[in-house]
């Protein structure tokens, strides 16, 4: 029997939360950029140990009917990289599901929780599952929303409990409860993070994926700027991301 460990990262101290490890978890190899690049590269900045796991391979991600979608997987995978590093991430984990078919299954939710043991994150980042219509003009990809669901599943009631995936206990992880869930791609912002200084990393991690970018970088750059400039004057900063907060403990 060992002693509850109450001074660790793993306590309810509010700094050693905002400086815990980071976990973020999202559906198709671009979509961490979008939805919270800045703040993921503002916090590797900082110094904290960010992490990404990518829950599809991507391999419909193009419009061109001859593309092999193998190799697009391995484009894909590659880029998925290249952004990462970009960012300053410490590690990234792209999962062999196929795009366009992820289901929020047993299966995945084993990958999630396993991930969550090992990297033991004080804040997990996804993509909030309710937000469906964005302003009349589109609806959020249904990989996106199950990967909402997912990743919350994942955190509770899944990491934190020892009956849940029990073999990982077998292999030495521990159950792991993370103190905050951020959901970007939200309808329902309850915070707006300063990511002043950090626009310009998020684009350039987003061209990274040059396979999703058959046009060029200039529309999402504008398009970018336009939602962090909104966001920050919530706030009163020059660029923001918006995110809805979940305090778990
Ligand atoms: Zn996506």
Redo the contacts with the bound molecule.
Sequence with gaps: MSEPDTVSPDGDDDAAIASGPVLAV??????CE?AAGGTLAKWASAGREVHLLVLTN?DR?SQDRNLDRAELARIRAQETADGARIMGMSSVTVLDVHDGDLANTEEIRAEVVRRIRQVRPTVVVSCDPTAWFFDDRYYN?S??RTAGEIALDAVYPGAGNPHYFTDHLDQGLEPHDAARMWLGWTLEPNHHEDVTGFLDTKVRALAAHASQLAEGIAFFEEELEKEAVSAGERIGAEHAESFRVLELR
């Excluded at 999202?26 to 979509?31: G, K, L, Q, R």
């Design positions: 999202f559906a198709h190899p671009d979509d979008i991507g991600g990809h990989d996106h």
